[in-house]
């Protein structure tokens, strides 16, 4: 009962995570247009931390072991500071499309450095699963894509952020064994907003211009698509594989499609449609897991006498 408890929870918090982190689309659209790259992702970092700060203070959390402090560290760079700096750089520079294109090769990379440096098994159903979800994020991609739209530099930036994406995941997975889901994710966020940092000038001019609409949507990001999503995730990670984790992302373009639809008014057409039903439906594979083979019908034993050893 336990065990099964544990993973509804596991799957109730991935579940937040994948909802949040496809609303930061959303958000990211609109303070994009008020916000370089990376002063969004300071900004974003520095609302974050401030919320962590504000619960470990209040859970009385205080400093993760020194153990986990590596993982914290590495995860950090890569994926709170690194990556979103890239990303929101690269999707100045790709259509919506080829950049969910290109992201979506994380989770890939995910399960194989999973593989091979924390022992995850890649059961078939995984496998299949990330191959039927991959499949509905490039039908979703070259549905959205723009004629003209890419560019070298905006597909490099990309990949660049699928890769720290995967090494912040597989940094973050053994730091978990130490370290709470809480205390992972602040300390991840004040060393990526740390890394972050030489931005601190071009968020202060720009926050000055900003309009109140894309400031509050920075704040959001920071509050809930990180503070809360990634505290969900390191939640869930420390209960599962990372390959599991990773395939579970493939969600997000599917909820994208549906928040632009209701939020903005982007009517998605049949193709986008399709490749978002893929991507839900190899996630539910990926998840699910083999049912075990019933076992042979014992025959009844021949009737023994009495025994005083027998159980009564």
């Known amino acids: 009962m336990n ?22 689309f959303v958000s990211i659209r609109s303070a994009g247009a008020a916000y370089s790259p990376g002063a969004l ?16 203070l209040i859970r009385r959390e205080g400093l993760p072991p020194r ?12 994926w709170f500071g690194f990556y979103m700096v890239v990303l929101n750089w ?9 950049a969910a294109l290109v992201v979506n090769i994380g989770p890939i990379l995910i399960a194989l450095l999973g593989a091979r440096l924390l022992g995850d098994a890649m059961p078939p159903r995984l496998l299949a699963g990330m191959a039927v979800s991959f499949a509905g994020a490039v039908t979703v ?36 064994g130490s ?45 809930f698509p990180t503070a809360l999503a990634f505290t969900t995730w390191a939640y869930a990670l420390a209960r599962t594989t990372a390959s599991r984790m990773g395939a579970t ?18 009517v998605p057409g049949l193709l986008t449609l ?23 019908p014992v025959t009844a034993p021949e009737p023994q006498p009495e025994s005083a050893s027998d159980p009564a």
């Open 3 to 24: 065990h099964r408890r544990t993973e509804l929870l596991a799957a109730g918090a991935a579940t937040v995570t994948v909802i949040l982190w496809a609303s930061a």
């Open 41 to 56: 992702a300071l900004g974003r970092l520095l609302s974050g931390a401030l919320a962590l700060g504000v619960i470990c």
């Open 67 to 78: 153990s986990a402090w590596r993982g914290i560290a590495v995860s950090g760079v890569l």
């Open 90 to 98: 690269g999707e100045q520079q790709v259509d919506a499309g080829t």
């Open 141 to 176: 991609g070259l549905s959205m894509s723009d004629d003209g739209g890419s560019s070298v530099l905006g597909v490099v930036l990309c990949l660049l952020a699928a890769i720290a994406y995967a090494g912040g995941v597989v940094a973050q997975k053994p730091a978990l």
């Open 179 to 223: 370290a709470t889901p809480l205390q992972v994710t602040t300390f991840g966020c004040f060393t990526g907003a740390v890394v972050c940092l030489p931005f601190a000038g071009q968020l202060a001019s720009e926050a000055a211009d900003a309009p109140a609409s894309a400031t509050l949507n920075m704040v959001y990001l920071g509050a």
């Open 249 to 266: 992302t493939y969600a997000v373009p599917a909820l994208v499609v549906l928040m632009s639809w209701l939020a903005l008014g982007e």
């Open 274 to 296: 399709a490749g978002g039903t893929l991507c839900l439906a190899g996630v539910a594979v990926s998840r699910s897991r083999a049912r075990r083979t019933a076992a042979a």
